[in-house]
C-alpha cells in the first residue's frame, strides 16, 4: 500500500505502523539518543483522520495516508 511520509512514496504491506517503524522508514539512519526527539503527524488524503502520534504507540494505516516525521535535538 501506498504512503507518503516525509513528501516521499513508501511502500508497506502492513495494515498498522508503530511510531519507531515510522521513523526508520522516515530517515536512513536515526540517530537515537536521550538528546532527540521525533515528531509524528498524519492524516488521510481527504483530511477526515488525522492526529499526532506518541512514542509507543502505532497508527491504522489507510493507502495514501501522509506522515510527516521531524527530528529535534535538544541542545
Known amino acids: 500500500m501506498l504512503i507518503i511520509i516525509n513528501a516521499r512514496e513508501v511502500y508497506v504491506d502492513?495494515?498498522?505502523?508503530?511510531?519507531?517503524?515510522?521513523v526508520d522508514l522516515a530517515f536512513e539512519d536515526?540517530?537515537?539518543g536521550?538528546?532527540?526527539i521525533f515528531?509524528?503527524?498524519?492524516?488521510?488524503?481527504?483530511g477526515n483522520h488525522e492526529g499526532i502520534l506518541s512514542p509507543g504507540s502505532s497508527v491504522k494505516v489507510?493507502?495514501?495516508m501522509i506522515f510527516n516525521v521531524t527530528r529535534t535535538d535538544k541542545s
Open 34 to 36: 536521550p538528546m532527540v
Open 14 to 22: 502492513k495494515k498498522e505502523l508503530s511510531f519507531d517503524e515510522l
Open 62 to 64: 489507510k493507502k495514501g
Open 30 to 32: 536515526p540517530a537515537r
Open 39 to 46: 515528531t509524528i503527524s498524519y492524516r488521510t488524503k481527504n
